[in-house]
T-cell receptor, first 110, second 115 residues
Framework: RKEVEQDPGPFNVPEGATVAFNCTYSNSASQSFFWYRQDCRKEPKLLMSVYSSGNEDGRFTAQLNRASQYISLLIRDSKLSDSATYLCVVTIFGNEKLTFGTGTRLTIIP | ETGVTQSPTHLIKTRGQQVTLRCSSQSGHNTVSWYQQALGQGPQFIFQYYREEENGRGNFPPRFSGLQFPNYSSELNVNALELDDSALYLC??????????????FGPGTRLTVL
C-alpha cells in the first residue's frame, strides 16, 4: 500500500465550479500535512498546510480527519489559473522527508 | 521565486554514464533535500544534507550519492545511469532538517533524460 494515495484524475471542471480532492495516508504516526501545487514542468510550491481544525485561505479549504487518516482540499469558484497538479504531502515528526502522493491533475475549462 | 537554483536545467546522458547535479540553497538555509520525480508520479525523497552531513536517506541505491559544501550548496551524483533514472530532480532548501516544522522551498529542478 502506498504511504499517500490520491485519485490521479484528471479532473476537468468548468470555470466557477467547486472541486474537491481527497487523499489518504497509511502511517498513523503522520504529524504534518500539506497541499502543494505543481504547474506543468515546474517545481512544487506550498499551497497550504492542513490543520486538525480545518483551515481556509480565500477560495481554498483544507480538512484533516486523523481518525480516518484522510485529507481533503476544496476549491470554490475555480479559476482558469487553478489548473495544475495538486500534491498531497505528509511528514512524520522527527523524520526529515516529505512524502508525496502521486498528485491529482486539475484542468479548469472556460 | 524561492531563491533556490539548480543547474543544469536539462541534461541528456546515456546508460552507464555518470551525472552531477547542483543546487544552491536559499540564503541562510543550512539544509538541502533531494527528490526524484518520475513522469506522472509525486517526488520521491532521495536524501537530505544538514550542515554538510547526510541526515537521512530514502529507498535509493548507493549509486545515488551527494555532497554538501560549507556554503550549504549541494551536489547529487548518480553513477552507472539506468533508463529509469530519467526524471525531474528537485532540490529543496530549508532552515532546519525537519519538514514538519519548517517549509521546504523547491528549486526549478533538473530534467535528466537517460538514453
Amino acid at each position: 500500500r502506498k504511504e499517500v494515495e490520491q485519485d490521479p484524475g484528471p479532473f476537468n471542471v468548468p470555470e466557477g465550479a467547486t472541486v474537491a480532492f481527497n487523499c489518504t495516508y497509511s502511517n498513523s504516526a503522520s504529524q504534518s500535512f500539506f497541499w502543494y501545487r505543481q504547474d506543468c514542468r515546474k517545481e512544487p510550491k506550498l499551497l497550504m498546510s492542513v490543520y486538525s481544525s480545518g483551515n481556509e485561505d480565500g477560495r481554498f479549504t483544507a480538512q484533516l480527519n486523523r481518525a480516518s487518516q484522510y485529507i481533503s482540499l476544496l476549491i470554490r469558484d475555480s479559476k482558469l489559473s487553478d489548473s495544475a497538479t495538486y500534491l498531497c504531502v505528509v511528514t512524520i515528526f522527527g523524520n526529515e522527508k516529505l512524502t508525496f502522493g502521486t498528485g491529482t491533475r486539475l484542468t479548469i475549462i472556460p | 521565486e524561492t531563491g533556490v537554483t539548480q543547474s543544469p536545467t536539462h541534461l541528456i546522458k546515456t546508460r552507464g554514464q555518470q551525472v552531477t547535479l547542483r543546487c544552491s540553497s536559499q540564503s541562510g538555509h543550512n539544509t538541502v533535500s533531494w527528490y526524484q520525480q518520475a513522469l506522472g508520479q509525486g517526488p520521491q525523497f532521495i536524501f537530505q544534507y544538514y550542515r554538510e552531513e547526510e541526515n537521512g536517506r530514502g529507498n535509493f541505491p548507493p549509486r545515488f550519492s551527494g555532497l554538501q559544501f560549507p556554503n550549504y550548496s549541494s551536489e547529487l551524483n548518480v553513477n552507472a545511469l539506468e533508463l529509469d533514472d530519467s526524471a525531474l530532480y528537485l532540490c529543496a532548501s530549508s532552515l532546519n532538517q525537519l519538514p514538519s516544522t519548517d517549509t521546504q522551498y523547491f528549486g526549478p529542478g533538473t530534467r535528466l533524460t537517460v538514453l
